[in-house]
């Protein structure tokens, strides 16, 4: 029964094109669609429906870790139709599960909204590019998109290291070699040191989560590799003050230097629920000019800001700008660009002045295209 059950769960996830299937006794399935929560209307499920659900569809060795640790990760193939990447874990000693959607298909930069000046920073011979952002933004698809471009344009070795993998890429012009944390290789780290002896042109690390994991990354980075790197922080200056801080004090005036000099960029992205309906990103980007890497070196990160503000002919742009912009041009309501503001204060008083038709200078001639149709999807991770 639970199979049936969990195929007819995936069929609706699949046809409706939710982002995430969640799964917790006392309540009927809930899913995420375009950025909400609504419940199916099905019965209330209990203790037993979702250990049921959940047995029908880990593997055994997940299990075991789910028993061992109280949480697992997984992914799998729900047939020919989709992917889904699924968090399993425990919750008042009952089983909860969470099914992130992983789209087949790479959306291209312009259905993305991303910033053009991308497709130049990611040709770097080599250098470390960030994509950050809460759970739940949309990075996942922004570096398959990322690499896919590569992948169609560039003769490159493309080495991922994830946990778990989530696009497949297929070998085009570029040779990919995807590896699995907890299958293929054990740790992240142990993944970086031996990704460099496998001749890559690029290396994605697919979570920067610790002091071991980010110093092998800023090293392969300075040592003549792309390396993209996922972070869960909001907005660049934020971003290069986590690395720091990982380290130790006395390391960290070194892990200044190198970081200056390895780092290519930092695009942090925020994903908000479109009008009518869907999704939509937005996007803060710091483009690494000596300027920048200057202040990385110097420890005056509290400057990156405004030197983003600055550095507009470069392609950068604030968090807060691109978001002005989707409130501007009708694509997302007020509170929702206030709710994932990093400075909801300033923004507030700039919608207000909008409202009263006092515009900044700038904005007459800047009508950023931060948005695609509604048949594409962002995968909100």
Known sequence: MATIQIDKLLETVVKERVSDLHITAGQPPVVRLGGRMVRLETKELDAEDCTALMKSITPERNQQELQEVGGTDFGFAFGDKARFRVAVFKQRGMIGM???????????????????VIEELIQRPRGLFLVTGPTGSGKTTSLASMLNWMNHNLDHHIITLEDPIEYYHDHNKSTFNQREIGVDVPTFPEALRRALRMDPDVILVGEMRDLET????????????????????????????????????????????????????????ALLPRIPKGLVAAYELLVVTPAIANLIREGKTF?????????????????????????????CEEKDVMYKSNNPGELKVRIERAKRGMFDEEEEDDDDDDDWDDDDEYDED
Not at 98 to 116: A, H, K, M, S
Not at 251 to 260: A, D, F, Y
Not at 310 to 322: N, P, V, W
């Open 214 to 269: 980010i110093s092998a990354a800023i090293t392969a980075a300075e040592t003549g590799h792309v390396v993209f790197g996922t972070l869960h922080t909001t907005g660049a200056q934020g971003t290069v003050d986590r690395i720091i801080d990982v380290f130790p004090t006395n390391q960290q005036e070194q892990i200044r230097t190198q970081l200056s000099t390895a780092i290519i960029g930092i695009l942090s992205q």
């Open 303 to 331: 400057r990156i800001n405004s030197s983003i503000q600055t550095g507009r002919k470069f392609g950068m742009q604030l968090l807060d700008d691109a978001l002005y912009n989707l409130w501007k041009d009708g694509l």
């Open 98 to 116: 969470v099914l992130r959607r992983i789209p087949t298909d790479f959306l291209t930069f312009e259905q993305l909204g991303l910033p053009p």
